[in-house]
Nanobody, 124 residues
Framework: QVQLQESGPGLVKPSQTLSLTCTASGGSITTDRYYWSWIRQSLGKGLEWMGAIAWTGSTYYSPTLKSRTSISRDTSKNQFTLQLSSVTPEDTAVYYC????????????????WGQGTQVTVSS
């Protein structure tokens, strides 16, 4: 069973870059056919899929966030990282990392592995 844990700053200033890391334990992020996603949920809204990195290292992004999003990985640490640039208060949300044999999912039950989430607030 894979456990996922998000880490990163809880407060980011507008126009800065948000950077979060997801550390996996109990299994490898290079496991065949798995995609490792970042998802967020703003207050009162549904889940928003942001992007993913595949077991191959290929990356995929939501069209609405593609210009500001970058996902990378460090296989030696079994981690994958989200960077979201030029943040605004509208990027305030709980950010989750998750794993599934597919990507683009916006329902929690569609994921096999799910982190506990981390609150990120964008404010000056």
């Amino acid at each position: 069973q894979v456990q996922l844990q998000e880490s990163g700053p809880g407060l980011v200033k507008p126009s800065q870059t948000l950077s979060l890391t997801c550390t996996a334990s109990g299994g490898s992020i290079t496991t065949d056919r798995y995609y490792w996603s970042w998802i967020r949920q703003s207050l009162g809204k549904g889940l928003e899929w942001m992007g993913a990195i595949a077991w191959t290292g290929s990356t995929y992004y939501s069209p609405t966030l593609k210009s500001r999003t970058s996902i990378s990985r460090d296989t030696s640490k079994n981690q994958f990282t989200l960077q979201l640039s030029s943040v605004t208060p509208e990027d305030t949300a709980v950010y989750y990392c998750a794993g599934a044999e597919g990507l683009g999912y916006t329902e929690r039950y569609e994921y096999d592995y799910w982190g506990q989430g981390t609150q990120v607030t964008v404010s000056s």
